[in-house]
């Protein structure tokens, strides 16, 4: 199993940014494609980022193309989401989440981590 710590979330004004770091240990993570997803208050869980194990391959949400970059180091076992032009309505729990094999965009994640709170101010 690979077991996942979130870093970096905090508190920002609307037009800010904030880099989001996903530490992996128990596992190499070269090996798993790892996706960022968030859950704003009284909302479901929805996608935000993905990234192939090798980092080659990446996908978005509309919502998030062109403000957000998904990344990785894989030889220090870290994932990354650079987050820029923070919008209010982004304020949310962000996860990273890892599975073998490719990167989706669904919720069919085996890992996931405990989640960093991101507050946008207005």
């Known amino acids: 199993q690979v077991q996942l710590v979130e870093s970096g979330g905090g508190l920002v004004q609307a037009g800010g940014s904030l880099r989001l770091s996903c530490a992996a240990s128990?596992?190499?993570?070269?090996?798993?494609?790892m996706g960022w997803f968030r859950q704003p208050p009284g909302k479901e869980r929805e996608f935000v980022a993905a990234i192939s194990r090798g980092g080659i391959t990446t996908y978005y949400a509309d919502s998030v193309k062109g403000r957000f970059t998904i990344s990785r180091d894989n030889a220090k076992n870290t994932g990354y989401l650079q987050m820029n032009s923070l919008k209010p309505e982004e304020t949310a729990l962000y996860y990273c989440?890892?599975?073998?094999?490719?990167?989706?965009?669904?919720?069919?994640?085996?890992?996931w981590g405990q989640g960093t709170q991101v507050t946008v101010s207005s």
């Open positions: 128990g596992r190499t993570l070269s090996n798993y494609a």
């Open positions: 989440a890892a599975k073998l094999g490719f990167a989706g965009t669904s919720e069919r994640y085996d890992y």
